[in-house]
């Protein structure tokens, strides 16, 4: 029986399956189709309106905290420069950001392998943005699509022209409010604070970025919208090689849902039997914000948003039905009764990630605030002093992460010595900035044993070590 119906699920499929040869957004001539999503309401839909709450106090609070005076995160591109929770990051720790894209990467690739699109439909920008913000403010303003799309097709008249006036005058604002704060986490609040305090001609280059990034957040969430989704947005389009039968998704239940029939109140005794529990009423199509019918089967344009579920239960409890006709399940869950497992694929992609997490976090941990290189100057060769010293001339470049000058004093650490700053005095380094220097090593001619000896040099600030630095001596072997 359970194998009658999914060759009937199949048959099914392959008379639409027409719908995969274009999104579900444009018609066979190429034109696109606008999305009227209905309003979404239940249980699912409920929780995801608090982790949206809790989204956007973090998007607009993130930016006024600060940490070892620094903001907590900033990814300030054009200076290259990057702060993760209060530190800083330079080009010079681009290998730390190596590492991290990878875990990343890995990260995706397990989490998509175990739970499909959760992230998109649950804690995505975009998604909480457009279905969470904008669509509510274009309910309140315009009211459900029945509405919408009656207003839409309708004359200009003053009600129409107040109304769309009014949703894209609010739109451009919260647009415009979205991209400051986005700015700030370029070029930090005290940043952007200067720009709105000051006059306009001091901050040309800021105002023009926050103008254009208010205009590419109105077109998206006003124009564009589920498009970013299922034309641009990557994730979408690799979502077909990283889900397999056991990943869970957004799935209709076909076993109990096929063969369709319409439902009719009539009693019991006259009522024919319906061999299938979808009573093809659409509900699930008509709340998509991507405009698909989730009963075809997986498909790259769900973003796993579950209003579908929240539709399809609501008409599974006014017709007398048991929910979750629409659920999260794998493929093979539905097909064979198989509960979601940990695969070895996913077992592979956890091991790897414990390990690129482990490096990660011993490259963090092991991370100085204040670095440096030391070379021994080019060209040059060792010096002798008298009958009993040789000396090197080397060059020093300093890394300060810190807010704060540092200045710092070099110490010879593991053998008798001693170090000549060239310039006579210590070396200065700025806040977040660069230092260099250049200073004489000096040993005793009888502790040279070959031409090459290991040296260790102390970096102190007063009478704290900050780090150290290793550099090699040349000099005359030992006869």
């Known amino acids: 029986m359970a194998k009658q119906q999914h060759i009937q699920h199949a048959s099914t499929q392959n008379e639409t399956d027409a719908f995969r040869d274009r999104i579900a957004t444009v018609d066979e001539k190429g034109k696109r189709k606008w999305v009227y999503a209905h309003k979404t309401r239940g249980k699912l839909f409920n929780i995801r309106t608090w982790v949206s709450w809790g989204f956007f106090i973090l998007f607009f609070a993130l930016p006024f905290f600060r940490y070892k005076g620094r903001p907590l995160f900033l990814f300030n591109i054009p200076e290259a420069k990057f702060i993760l929770f209060g530190r800083v990051f330079w080009p010079q720790d681009f290998f730390i950001f190596g590492i991290t894209m990878i875990t990343g990467i890995v990260f995706i690739i397990l989490f998509t392998a175990a739970f499909g699109r959760l992230f998109c439909g649950w804690v995505c920008p975009q998604t909480i943005f457009m279905e969470m913000l904008f669509r509510k403010i274009e309910f309140a303003i315009e009211g ?130 319906v061999p299938g529990d979808c009573i093809d009423c659409f509900q699930c199509v008509k709340v998509c914000p991507t405009g698909i019918d989730i009963r075809n089967g997986t498909q790259m344009e769900c973003v796993g948003c579950t209003s579908c579920i929240d539709a399809c239960n609501k008409m599974m409890d006014a017709t007398g039905r048991e929910k979750g006709l629409i659920r999260y ?9 198989k509960k979601l497992k940990f695969t070895g694929r996913m077992k592979f992609y956890t091991v790897l990630l414990v390990v690129l997490t482990s490096l990660l976090t011993a490259l963090l941990v092991s991370r100085k605030d204040v670095d440096g290189t030391i070379l021994r100057a080019g060209g040059m060769l060792y010096q002798e002093r008298g009958a009993d010293s040789v000396s090197n001339l080397y060059n020093i470049k300093i890394i300060n992460k810190t807010v704060h000058d540092v200045s710092l004093s070099l110490k010879l650490e593991n053998m008798p010595g001693s170090i000549i700053e060239a310039e006579g005095k210590d070396i200065i380094v700025k806040r977040e900035g660069q230092g260099k220097g250049s200073f004489f090593i000096v040993l005793p001619r009888h502790i040279i044993e070959t031409r090459k000896t290991k040296l260790k040099i102390g970096v102190y600030e007063g009478d704290h070590k900050i780090t150290t630095l290793g550099t090699n001596f040349m000099g005359p072997a030992a006869r």
């Open 329 to 337: 399940a794998s493929e093979n869950g539905i097909a064979e009764g």
């Open 144 to 273: 459900d699509a029945p509405a919408q799309k009656l207003l839409d097709k309708g004359p200009w008249n003053r009600d129409k022209v107040v109304k769309k006036t009014t949703k894209h005058f609010v739109f451009f604002l919260l647009s415009f409010i979205v991209s400051n704060f986005f700015l700030a986490y370029i070029i930090g609040m005290d940043e952007l604070l200067k720009i709105i305090r000051e006059p306009a001609s001091q901050h040309i280059g800021g105002l023009s970025s926050i103008v254009i990034f208010s205009g590419v957040f109105y077109g998206v969430f006003s124009y564009f919208r589920e498009q970013a989704c299922t034309v641009i947005c990557p994730y979408g389009r690799l979502q077909g090689v990283l889900l397999d039968r056991n990943s869970m998704i957004v799935a209709y239940d076909y076993k109990r849902g096929e063969p369709r029939g319409k439902f009719r109140k009539q009693k019991a005794a006259e009522l024919a039997p």
